[in-house]
């Protein structure tokens, strides 16, 4: 082994302790708390920041819908009236049926299956 070569391992040696003291201590739990409550804060900025940006994008949305719920909900209540007039009481039918062809029957009940009518009482 040349001498250069001796030097640089023994100085390396002779050094390597001081190397191992500069690093960083286990964080105290103090230092972690602090850390996750920093995160926290963090995500907590994020969202509102989130939040302020899609708010007016939600109000526009909003004012621009309700016309058209409004009017859908105009057009569709009298056939939802038609239609219940006409089906009755659901409890009369069995679940829908879907055909292999795509039909959907609604079967009534037979006289025999219609459950016992009760004395008014709901059970809730």
Not at 44 to 52: A, E, F, N
Not at 72 to 94: K, N, Q, R, T, V
Not at 95 to 116: A, C, F, H, W, Y
Request: net charge negative.
């Amino acid at each position: 082994m040349t001498r250069v070569n001796r030097l640089a391992l023994v100085l390396s040696l002779a050094l390597a302790p001081f190397g191992a003291a500069a690093q960083d201590a286990p964080a105290a739990d103090g230092e972690v708390e602090e850390g996750f409550s920093l995160i926290e804060e963090g995500a907590k900025l994020l969202l509102r920041g989130l939040t302020d940006e899609i708010e007016p994008l939600m109000e526009d949305l909003a004012t621009e819908m309700e016309p058209k719920l409004r009017a859908f909900a105009e057009d569709f209540m009298p056939m939802l009236d038609e239609f219940s007039d006409l089906i009755g009481d659901l409890d009369m039918y069995h679940p829908p049926e879907k055909m292999p062809n795509g039909d959907i029957i609604l079967r009534r009940k037979t006289p025999q299956e219609v459950p016992p009518a009760e004395d008014g009482e709901v059970d809730i």
